[in-house]
Every structure is written in structure tokens, then in C-alpha cells.
């Protein structure tokens, strides 16, 4: 009896995809053991010159450029899908993309899912000619629907909500499926957690203090520092959890404004506990990737968002507005007068976390990996 494989691409463009692709990956191997699995990065199989600007280029846009960015990300949407500049940007990915397609041929999947659209694209083309036989599945990992994201050949998609299906049949996708999944988290975010306060008690915080979390993402991209600081005036009988990443500067003035603050902040760099700072946590103030917000929404915590990314993060902020599970800061002023209202009016910020647990699809990657075997979600074998 032959042993069923799925590949799972992503793509390290941002920290999301790669979460996602994870997050997928994990669940296959919990509820499928016996199926081969591999989790690979697109990028890895196409040229140097290709992938340091592929990554370098989306980063450097975001962090010092996000007006270019989302003039970029607008203007694509706008496009047609035949149009002449995105069929020169496929062309452009698929060239640099032969090694991957050799790849795919060596490891014969049964199945291929994809977080991010650049392997969507390569190997939907393949499959629309016929010359891939496994089936290509993209699961997209915000609250909105960018058209690169929409790629002729795939199968099916994966999406966060009813209103993104809408959205993508209108658009248009021919014969593909859609389920509306949610967007795939990693298996500790589904877990269940007690209360707040014993979750604050277990990780040696005061348990009787509201707790506000603040991450500033995977690459320490927001200046946290200035806002805790400004937190911690306004809030003095709050704490406060300050997540910098993998921004060393970051992490070392976090620690020393931790100093001043009688240990009411607690300072972290790159954690592996995400999940239990957000169980413990009341509110939290981030960007807001789609991975960040699907995992606070797993968790009951409500958000409140500076600064977003343009175009895709500008877009998940929204559908937190519009469903009661965020809030949106400009500046920081806006932040430190928003946090604190929520805090001194319990009953809303009470609400808000019904609302984010209202919201919250914390199974979808075990939904998404019954899916590709062909199963209902909660019939593994």
C-alpha cells in the first residue's frame, strides 16, 4: 500500500506564510502519522539573485517604504488578471522557478497546499497544462482577497470567511472550491487554557493586574518602546508583557525602561510562548498580519492595532473594526487614549473578547488538513 504525500509550500516573505505553512504542516502530522509530509520554502529553489529580492525587497518596503508598498499592492489589485504587467510578473516568477517545478516532480505529491501565492502561481500554470497531476490548494492568510492571490489552474482555496468566499466566487475562479476554513494556527493556539489570572499566576505575573501585550511582530518591526513607556505612565495599576522579536536593540531598551517600572513590564525578545503571553494577556496592541490576528482571536484577546502594514494588514484591521474585536491607532497618543478606555470601561473590553472568541477559528489548520485528504474535519485516521 503506497503512502500518501502532501507538500505544503510557503514562502518567507513576512513571518505569516511560514507560520501558516507550519501551522498545516503540524496538523497533518498529529492527525494523519502515516502520511509523508514535507513543509518547504519556495524561495529556496530559485536563484540567490531572485530570492534576496524577493524577501529583501518586500522588507525594506514595509519597513521604511509602506507608502511605495501600498502603492504597489493597489495598483496590482487593480489589474486585471490579464493584464500586461501581471503576466510579466508571473512570467518573471515562473522562470526563476524551475527548480522548484524539478522538486515537485522528484517528491510526486498527492496533493500540494500553498501559503503564498508565488508557488500557487508556478505550479497552477503546470497544472492547467497538464503537467501536474497532484491537485494545488491555496490557503490565504488575511481577511481580504488581493487578486495575486486568485491563479488560474488551482484547485481550491482556502478562506478566513463566509464574506472572503463571496468575495472570491465574484471575482472569479472558473470550476475551483472554497471552504471557508479560517486561517491555519499552530496546534498550541487551539489548545484550551484556564483563566487569565491563573495563566498570569503560572507564568510568575501578577495575576491580579490587567495585562496588556505588546508585540512588535516577528521582525520587532514597531518601535515599542516609547509606546510602553507612554502605556505605563497612563495605566500605573496595569502590566504589561513587551514582545520585541527578533529586534535585539529593541529587546535591550525594552529591558531597560523594565527597570523604571517596578515589575509592572516584563521584557521579552523572540519567545516560543506566544500562546501562553496571549492566554494570559487581556488586550493586546500589534500589527495585525493575519497570523497575529487569527491567534489572538483563538485566544479571547481583543486588539487594539498601530501602525498596520498598508494594503494587506490595513485590511485585517478593518474586519476587527467592523466585528467589535479591535480597535485602530494612528498615533501614538490614539493608542495610549484607546487602551486606557477600554480598560477603565470593563464592560466593553468584556465585550470585545466575546467578540474576538466569536470570530476565532482556532482548528482551521485541522479543518484545512482533513481537507486535503479528502476527509470531514474530526475524521483522521
Not at 498545516?24 to 509530509?37: C, F, G, N, S, W
Not at 525602561?257 to 513590564?265: I, P, T, V
Request: charged residues 25%; glycine residues 8%.
Amino acid at each position: 500500500m503506497s503512502v500518501e504525500r502532501i507538500l505544503v509550500l510557503s514562502v518567507k516573505a513576512g513571518a505569516g506564510h511560514l507560520r501558516a505553512a507550519q501551522a498545516v504542516t503540524e496538523a497533518l502530522h498529529e492527525q494523519y502519522p502515516r502520511v509523508e509530509v514535507i513543509n518547504a520554502d519556495t524561495l529556496e529553489y530559485t536563484n540567490a539573485a531572485f530570492r534576496k529580492g524577493y524577501t529583501g525587497g518586500y522588507e525594506v518596503l514595509v519597513r521604511n517604504l509602506p507608502s511605495v508598498w501600498e502603492r504597489i499592492y493597489k495598483s496590482l489589485e487593480a489589474k486585471p488578471a490579464d493584464s500586461n504587467t501581471k503576466k510579466l510578473a508571473a512570467l518573471w516568477d515562473r522562470l526563476n522557478a524551475k527548480d522548484l517545478l524539478a522538486f515537485v516532480e522528484g517528491f510526486n505529491p498527492d496533493r500540494i497546499a500553498c501559503t503564498h501565492f508565488l508557488p500557487a502561481e508556478a505550479l497552477g500554470a503546470q497544472r492547467q497544462k497538464g503537467k501536474l497531476r497532484a491537485p494545488v490548494y491555496t490557503t490565504l492568510t488575511d481577511y481580504d482577497i488581493h487578486s495575486m492571490w486568485i491563479q488560474d489552474g488551482v484547485d481550491g482555496y482556502f478562506v478566513a470567511s463566509d464574506e472572503m468566499a463571496c468575495a472570491l466566487r465574484e471575482k472569479g475562479i472558473g470550476s475551483a472550491s472554497v471552504d471557508v476554513t479560517g486561517i491555519p494556527i499552530l496546534p498550541d493556539f487551539a489548545r484550551d487554557y484556564p483563566s487569565r489570572p491563573t495563566m498570569r499566576h503560572r507564568l510568575g505575573f501578577d495575576p491580579e493586574r490587567l495585562t496588556v501585550l505588546v508585540s512588535a511582530g516577528g521582525f520587532g518591526m514597531m518601535q515599542a518602546d516609547e509606546v510602553v513607556r507612554m502605556l505605563a505612565e497612563r495605566l500605573p495599576e496595569a502590566q504589561f508583557l513587551a514582545v520585541a522579536g527578533r529586534n535585539a536593540d529593541l529587546e535591550k531598551r525594552l529591558g531597560t525602561l523594565a527597570e523604571s517600572c517596578e515589575g509592572r513590564l516584563h521584557a521579552f525578545g523572540f519567545v516560543e510562548n506566544m500562546n501562553e503571553l496571549m492566554a494570559a494577556s487581556d488586550l493586546a496592541v500589534s500589527k495585525s498580519g493575519g497570523l497575529t490576528t487569527s491567534e489572538c482571536l483563538a485566544l479571547g484577546l481583543p486588539m487594539v492595532v498601530f501602525k498596520p502594514i498598508p494594503g494587506q494588514e490595513e485590511r485585517n484591521a478593518v474586519y476587527l473594526l467592523e466585528h467589535g474585536a479591535g480597535l485602530w491607532a494612528h498615533t501614538a497618543a490614539q493608542l495610549v487614549y484607546k487602551v486606557a478606555s477600554v480598560f477603565n470601561d470593563p464592560e466593553r473590553l468584556a465585550q470585545m473578547q466575546q467578540a474576538a472568541r466569536h470570530l476565532a477559528r482556532p482548528r482551521a489548520a485541522y479543518v484545512i488538513a482533513a481537507r486535503l485528504m479528502g476527509h470531514e474535519p474530526g475524521s483522521a485516521v
